[in-house]
């Protein structure tokens, strides 16, 4: 416990940094989220598409 207390985190040296930062790590959230939602809609369709093919309603020639 004693070891936590002295570590130390270095801070940006001012809060337009600070801000920017922020706003940098705001942005990469929201584009995981837009990506991985994108993901779980070709997951879907990719399934759908599976199932089709396995109950023979579609057929590749």
Do not use: C, H, W, Y
Not at 10 to 30: N, Y
Not at 31 to 58: D, F, S
Request: proline share 5%.
């Amino acid at each position: 416990m004693e070891d936590m207390a002295a570590f130390q985190v270095p801070l940006p040296p001012s809060e337009k940094e600070q801000q920017a930062i922020a706003q940098v790590l705001s942005d990469m959230d929201a584009e995981i989220a837009a990506l991985e939602n994108r993901r779980a809609k070709t997951q879907a369709i990719k399934q759908g598409m599976m199932q089709e093919l396995l109950t023979g309603r579609t057929r590749l020639i």
